[in-house]
């Protein structure tokens, strides 16, 4: 099931941003599977304020990095929505898990700022390389084309503005609706001449 997919390219040329520069599609990916199997510097929780595991992705997260991860989390009192905190990654591949919550519900501004903050703490902690769940999604019940098209605006702008501290921004999707939503977006927000 796991597969690595295509950044597709762009057909229609109408549909591009005021400002997007194809240099920074090269660093953006789309990944269709479980994301505890990424290998890379940082790999994003959509966890919850007590930081003390759950169901979905944080569940999964949890089971592959084994007690030591939910011990270290008792130790950052929890965390607010739209705010990211950092930890190891013990057992996991991943070196690092950054730890989002994301609003409950359609909040804009919350689930951007879950996106932009999660990147920030990459960025302060030297790290190059990250994947991101489709945060708040699940349980969590944002609408999923809505909550894509700010995860992808919101890493676009990032990248635009820190385009030397970012080597890899993968999607991890684990759902096929986020694939084409995804695909399709992709097309508009990173895309490759
Ligand atoms: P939230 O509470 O923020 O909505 P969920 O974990 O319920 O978080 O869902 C967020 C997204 O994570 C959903 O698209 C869900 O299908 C997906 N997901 C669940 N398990 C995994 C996993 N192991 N790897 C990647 N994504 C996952």
Excluded at 44 to 65: E, F, M, S, T, Y
Excluded at 137 to 165: C, M, N, R, W
């Amino acid at each position: 099931k796991d597969s690595i997919l295509k950044n597709s390219p762009s057909r229609d040329t109408d549909l591009k941003l005021d400002g997007t520069d194809a240099s920074l599609s090269h660093k953006v990916s789309l990944w269709s599977g479980d994301i505890t199997s990424l290998g890379i510097d940082a790999i994003v929780n959509a966890a919850n304020h007590l930081l003390r595991g759950g169901g979905g992705v944080d569940g999964a997260i949890h089971k592959a990095a084994g007690p030591q991860l939910l011990e270290e989390c008792k130790t950052l009192k929890g965390c607010a929505t739209g705010e990211a905190k950092i930890t190891k990654g013990y057992n996991l591949p991943a070196k690092h898990v950054i730890h989002t919550v994301g609003p409950v519900g359609e909040n804009a501004p919350a689930l951007k700022s879950a996106y932009q903050r999660s990147l920030e703490v990459m960025k302060e902690n030297n790290l190059r390389t990250i994947a991101f769940p489709c945060i708040s999604t699940g349980v969590f019940g944002y609408p999923q084309l809505k909550a894509a098209q700010i995860a992808l605006h919101t890493v676009h702008d990032f990248l635009k503005e820190h385009p030397d501290s970012v080597d890899r921004v993968i999607f991890c999707l684990f759902l096929p609706e986020d694939v084409k939503i995804y695909e399709n977006l992709m097309q508009i927000y990173f895309p490759i001449e």
